[in-house]
């Protein structure tokens, strides 16, 4: 591979790291913090890049609009709207065990998609949205910087923030109240928390963070149809990323995206190359077998993932609570 | 009058994909109940049944009907062969890491069936059949077929549960689990026979959608929402309400063609299942197992 | 002859020890009670001895040999039954179907075993067919002790069988007790009825925090001014 290739490649390499390390942290909000249980995830991201994209392309005959807004106007609609989203799934859910909240988030992830295939006045259905612009082109090319790298740039940013918040979130009560819910909700309830608020608000936040990672999504790749939403992508991978980096704790989160980007991405080369020919349809799933072993291996191994957990301070304060009712 | 012949037809549909769905939804309630997890590899479950079958016809040249005990057989052993080696390692933890497992457990199998059948479409032996004409009603024989084989299967799976010594087992520890194991029934080798129940139950339920229409990859996914619909309709972790559950959402899916697209077949019973579980969390029929 | 004994038992849920040493042991054909304030550690007893829960020092001998931290169900195929206090029936499976059930363990005709149990409880035969979560509060204790008994146990175990009964119920309970001992079964049992049970108990001991205060016969028990001022109720 020639230099510039290695370049572009480590380029969209790490801008999908990137997006995915959005999504992770906003799993992590719900399910590392609460304990809420979202195999949805593929429908907040799909809400989030089907907003921004119908906000920000040129008025089309095919789809929705477009209403031809700049791209941080769609940024701030998609989180609107995947917040929306998740506030109304998250009151109608509110109640449910966890288990049943996995059936629905899946079943409203499915939906979503099913309305996307089929409501081609919103969405051009299976054909798909294209024309979708990379943030800021001209300001990056005015730099000398690819559209490619302006991209990464603004996901790096994005996931900057995104980091600094949830950062923030965790240390803050709010955060502590969360893992409060988590470890033991009657204890918490009796402390007086209200905590179908704060649960519904953890979802609310983590909905906002995966719509996020979608308007990203949708700009860097600048294509959409309802493929990329299948919940192997959308979903499965941002779990094991989760699951293998350490739920609950954020860099884990983060170091999640990277590994198992690597490995997945990476396992398309090493197919790719050692595979004979005329078995190259064998990759895919191949991959998706060594993505789902490798899952299972983390769950019987080491479930607390690469890094752990840090400093379960809500723990003690209600073991404390706790100690004080008594 | 045409209304009501479309709605009986339409009925009749509903019927067999209810029969369908019942079988897969009784093994997702009999796992429910027992081991308290949803089982989100059920329906590749149910694709991986289908295939067995097909594999064995392929294999042997026998009649069509062989396809039912043979994907049976194979998918229940498959299913003990995954709590074996997955399942039963992290049972001890939460529940929902169960369900994150079983989630990657069907991506599994839907990829063997993709590498090992490829990306084709199959469609079991017997082709387009012509149809009974009963009033205004065109009834297809395979339809009778899967019926009949469900109702058999159902019928056999009660006779086990109510008359077995390990069938009342499983419906005990379903009850009380602590109490099962004060009173010596063997947990392990109960749950085993689960897995055994609930894998022949799913590939029953796989090799009769693809006898009503083809066999791919995916088939056992797209159906997976509408079998948990009929699981926690009828009331999870109770097969017996999965019956109900599973005619119920079978009707009401086919029912919805007369004002929806198809393609929102899927979205029909999850809606349904997402208005149970709020106004009714233990399901709307009554009554344990 | 010595059926069970439990020497000197420490032990409890995970974290600090409940039990500091309590020690029991019943014999063939005789009622124990243990009763005891709320916390003294009567039902962890039970369970420790069962081997519900592990117990961290000290020994139980079943007919002379060690069952210590044994499972439950091998505790059923040597002869030992324990009725929980609570959740003890399977509520959606009919009565005949509870009985049969706690004769899982032990291959064979249980026919002759289904009649004994008829005969101490004779209610249950005539509901057998009925669902058991559908009874009322006497009748579901029946079905649990009668699930007991299913295995022909050498010892029956029961934590506070009385509970929740009315007053005419828990002198009928502790009158079939007694019929169970008749028939040659050693039983041991922890009561919040304590003046009740210890007047049909063989012998009784008292706990308090998680060691034994007094052991005696039932009777002298039940006559000891420092037994009824602290856990009689005067």
């Given at each position: 591979?020639?230099?510039?290739?290695?370049?572009?490649?480590?380029?969209?390499?790490?801008?999908?790291?990137?997006?995915?390390?959005?999504?992770?942290?906003?799993?992590?909000?719900?399910?590392?913090?609460?304990?809420?249980?979202?195999?949805?995830?593929?429908?907040?991201?799909?809400?989030?890049?089907?907003?921004?994209?119908?906000?920000?392309?040129?008025?089309?005959?095919?789809?929705?609009?477009?209403?031809?807004?700049?791209?941080?106007?769609?940024?701030?609609?998609?989180?609107?709207?995947?917040?929306?989203v998740?506030?109304?799934?998250?009151?109608?859910?509110?109640?449910?065990?966890?288990?049943?909240?996995a059936?629905?988030?899946?079943?409203?992830?499915?939906?979503?998609?099913?309305?996307?295939?089929?409501?081609?006045?919103?969405?051009?259905?299976?054909?798909?949205?294209?024309?979708?612009?990379?943030?800021?082109?001209?300001?990056?090319?005015?730099?000398?910087?690819?559209?490619?790298?302006?991209?990464l740039?603004?996901v790096?940013?994005?996931?900057a923030?995104?980091?600094?918040?949830?950062?923030?979130?965790?240390?803050?009560?709010?955060?502590?109240?969360?893992?409060a819910?988590?470890?033991?909700?009657?204890?918490?309830?009796?402390?007086?928390?209200?905590?179908?608020?704060?649960?519904?608000?953890?979802?609310?936040?983590?909905?906002?963070?995966?719509?996020?990672?979608?308007?990203?999504?949708?700009?860097?790749?600048?294509?959409?149809?309802?493929?990329?939403?299948?919940?192997?992508?959308?979903?499965?991978?941002?779990?094991?990323?989760?699951?293998?980096?350490?739920?609950?704790?954020?860099?884990?989160?983060?170091?999640?995206?990277?590994?198992?980007?690597?490995?997945?991405?990476?396992?398309?080369?090493?197919?790719?190359?050692?595979?004979?020919?005329?078995?190259?349809?064998?990759?895919?799933?191949?991959?998706?077998?060594?993505?789902?072993?490798?899952?299972?291996?983390?769950?019987?191994?080491?479930?607390?993932?690469?890094?752990?957990?840090?400093?379960?301070?809500?723990?003690?304060?209600?073991?404390?609570?706790?100690?004080?009712?008594? | 009058?045409?209304?009501?012949?479309?709605?009986?037809?339409?009925?009749?549909?509903?019927?067999?994909l209810?029969?369908?769905?019942?079988?897969?939804?009784?093994?997702?309630?009999?796992i429910?109940?027992?081991?308290?997890?949803?089982h989100?590899?059920?329906?590749?479950?149910?694709?991986?049944?289908?295939?067995?079958?097909?594999?064995?016809?392929?294999?042997?040249?026998?009649?069509?009907?062989?396809?039912?005990?043979?994907?049976?057989?194979?998918?229940?052993?498959?299913?003990v062969?995954?709590?074996?080696?997955?399942?039963?390692?992290?049972?001890?933890?939460q529940p929902?890491?169960?369900?994150?497992?079983?989630?990657?457990?069907?991506?599994?199998?839907?990829s063997?069936?993709?590498?090992?059948?490829g990306?084709?479409?199959?469609?079991?032996?017997?082709?387009?059949?012509?149809?009974?004409?009963?009033w205004?009603?065109?009834i297809?024989?395979?339809?009778?077929?899967?019926?009949?084989?469900?109702?058999?299967?159902?019928?056999?799976?009660?006779?086990?549960?109510?008359?077995?010594?390990?069938?009342?087992?499983?419906?005990?520890?379903?009850?009380?689990?602590?109490?099962?194991?004060?009173?010596?029934?063997?947990?392990?080798?109960?749950?085993?026979?689960?897995?055994?129940?609930?894998?022949?139950?799913?590939?029953?339920?796989?090799?009769?959608?693809?006898?009503?229409?083809r066999?791919?990859?995916t088939?056992?996914?797209?159906?997976?929402?509408?079998?948990?619909?009929?699981?926690?309709?009828?009331?999870?972790?109770?097969?017996?309400?999965?019956?109900?559950?599973g005619?119920?959402?079978?009707?009401a899916?086919?029912?919805?063609?007369?004002?929806?697209?198809?393609?929102?077949?899927?979205?029909?019973?999850?809606?349904?299942?997402?208005?149970?579980l709020?106004?009714?969390?233990?399901?709307?029929?009554?009554?344990?197992? | 002859?010595?059926?069970?004994?439990?020497?000197?038992?420490?032990?409890?849920?995970?974290g600090?020890?409940?039990?500091?040493?309590?020690?029991?042991?019943?014999?063939?054909?005789?009622?124990?009670v243990?009763?005891?304030?709320?916390?003294?550690?009567?039902?962890?007893?039970?369970?420790?001895?069962?081997?519900?829960?592990?117990?961290?020092?000290?020994e139980?001998?079943?007919?002379?040999?060690?069952?210590?931290?044994?499972?439950?169900?091998?505790?059923?195929?040597r002869?030992?039954a324990?009725?929980?206090q609570?959740?003890?029936?399977?509520?959606?499976?009919?009565?005949?179907?509870?009985?049969?059930?706690?004769?899982?363990?032990?291959?064979g005709?249980?026919?002759?075993?289904?009649?004994?149990?008829?005969?101490?409880?004779?209610?249950?035969?005539?509901?057998?067919?009925?669902e058991?979560?559908?009874?009322?509060?006497?009748?579901?204790?029946?079905?649990?002790?009668?699930?007991?008994?299913?295995?022909?146990?050498?010892?029956?175990?029961?934590?506070?069988?009385?509970?929740?009964?009315?007053?005419?119920?828990?002198?009928?309970?502790?009158?079939?007790?007694?019929?169970?001992?008749?028939?040659?079964?050693?039983?041991?049992?922890?009561?919040?009825?304590?003046?009740?049970?210890?007047?049909i108990?063989?012998?009784?001991?008292?706990?308090?925090?998680?060691?034994?205060?007094?052991?005696?016969?039932?009777?002298?028990?039940?006559?000891?001014?420092?037994?009824?001022?602290?856990?009689?109720?005067?």
């Open positions: 591979m020639e230099l510039s290739g290695i370049a572009a490649y480590l380029v969209s390499f790490f801008t999908f790291v990137g997006i995915y390390g959005i999504l992770a942290l906003g799993l992590n909000m719900q399910w590392g913090f609460t304990g809420q249980f979202n195999i949805g995830i593929a429908g907040f991201f799909a809400v989030g890049a089907y907003t921004s994209a119908i906000l920000t392309t040129p008025e089309s005959p095919w789809h929705l609009g477009g209403f031809g807004q700049p791209f941080l106007v769609g940024v701030l609609g998609a989180v609107i709207v995947s917040a929306l998740g506030l109304l799934i998250g009151w109608i859910t509110a109640r449910l065990r966890t288990d049943y909240l059936i629905a988030t899946i079943g409203i992830a499915e939906t979503l998609r099913l309305i996307i295939a089929n409501e081609s006045w919103l969405t051009n259905g299976v054909r798909g949205m294209s024309g979708i612009d990379r943030p800021f082109s001209d300001f990056f090319q005015a730099l000398g910087l690819s559209s490619a790298m302006g991209s740039i603004v790096a940013a994005f996931l923030g995104v980091y600094f918040l949830v950062e923030r979130a965790r240390q803050s009560p709010w955060g502590r109240v969360l893992r819910i988590r470890e033991n909700e009657p204890a918490t309830e009796a402390a007086g928390k209200n905590i179908g608020r704060f649960r519904l608000e953890a979802f609310v936040v983590g909905s906002a963070i995966m719509g996020l990672g979608g308007a990203l999504y949708a700009h860097y790749f600048g294509f959409l149809s309802p493929e990329a939403f299948l919940p192997l992508y959308g979903t499965f991978l941002v779990w094991v990323m989760l699951i293998a980096g350490g739920s609950g704790n954020n860099l884990g989160a983060l170091v999640g995206a990277v590994v198992i980007w690597t490995i997945w991405s990476g396992s398309e080369f090493v197919m790719s190359a050692s595979l004979p020919e005329g078995y190259g349809g064998y990759a895919g799933p191949l991959r998706v077998i060594l993505i789902g072993v490798l899952l299972q291996v983390i769950l019987i191994a080491r479930p607390e993932g690469l890094l752990p957990e840090r400093a379960p301070q809500a723990i003690a304060t209600t073991r404390r609570e706790r100690a004080r009712q008594q | 009058m045409y209304i009501l012949v479309e709605l009986l037809q339409l009925s009749i549909y509903g019927i067999v209810g029969s369908i769905l019942t079988l897969g939804a009784i093994g997702v309630s009999m429910f109940g027992i081991l308290r997890f949803a989100f590899a059920h329906g590749d479950l149910i694709t991986v049944g289908a295939y067995t079958g097909l594999g064995f016809l392929m294999m042997t040249n026998a009649p069509f009907w062989f396809a039912l005990p043979a994907g049976m057989a194979g998918a229940a052993i498959i299913a062969l995954i709590d074996q080696t997955v399942y039963k390692r992290i049972r001890r933890r929902v890491i169960l369900l994150i497992s079983s989630f990657g457990i069907g991506l599994i199998l839907r063997f069936v993709q590498i090992i059948w990306p084709h479409v199959f469609s079991f032996p017997g082709g387009i059949q012509r149809p009974w004409l009963v205004e009603l065109a297809i024989p395979n339809h009778v077929w899967i019926f009949l084989a469900a109702l058999i299967i159902v019928t056999l799976l009660h006779l086990f549960l109510t008359r077995t010594r390990v069938g009342k087992a499983m419906r005990a520890m379903s009850d009380n689990m602590d109490l099962a194991l004060i009173t010596g029934i063997p947990a392990e080798r109960i749950i085993m026979i689960t897995w055994l129940l609930g894998g022949a139950l799913a590939a029953g339920a796989g090799v009769l959608l693809g006898l009503d229409s066999l791919t990859p088939m056992g996914w797209n159906i997976l929402l509408p079998v948990f619909a009929a699981a926690i309709v009828g009331g999870i972790g109770r097969p017996y309400g999965a019956i109900a559950g005619m119920l959402i079978g009707l899916m086919e029912i919805s063609t007369l004002f929806l697209e198809p393609s929102y077949k899927p979205a029909v019973a999850f809606l349904i299942m997402v208005a149970v709020i106004a009714r969390p233990h399901g709307i029929f009554k009554g344990a197992w | 002859m010595r059926l069970l004994e439990a020497n000197n038992i420490h032990g409890g849920y995970g600090a020890d409940i039990l500091h040493g309590a020690s029991i042991r019943v014999d063939n054909d005789e009622i124990v243990i009763v005891g304030a709320n916390g003294a550690g009567k039902s962890t007893l039970m369970k420790a001895v069962f081997g519900l829960l592990h117990v961290r020092e000290g139980v001998l079943y007919q002379g040999k060690p069952i210590t931290n044994t499972r439950p169900e091998q505790m059923v195929s002869g030992i324990y009725v929980p609570e959740y003890n029936i399977f509520p959606s499976l009919t009565v005949q179907e509870n009985l049969e059930m706690g004769a899982y363990a032990l291959r005709n249980i026919r002759p075993r289904l009649e004994k149990v008829f005969s101490v409880f004779p209610r249950l035969r005539e509901r057998r067919r009925q058991a979560g559908l009874m009322s509060g006497g009748e579901r204790q029946m079905v649990a002790i009668g699930r007991a008994l299913m295995i022909d146990p050498k010892l029956l175990m029961l934590d506070e069988p009385t509970a929740g009964l009315s007053p005419k119920l828990i002198d009928e309970t502790f009158e079939r007790i007694r019929g169970i001992r008749n028939l040659g079964i050693g039983v041991v049992m922890v009561e919040q009825n304590a003046k009740q049970a210890l007047a108990a063989d012998r009784g001991y008292v706990l308090a925090t998680g060691a034994n205060r007094f052991e005696d016969t039932g009777a002298n028990l039940l006559a000891n001014r420092e037994v009824a001022e602290m856990f009689l109720g005067g």
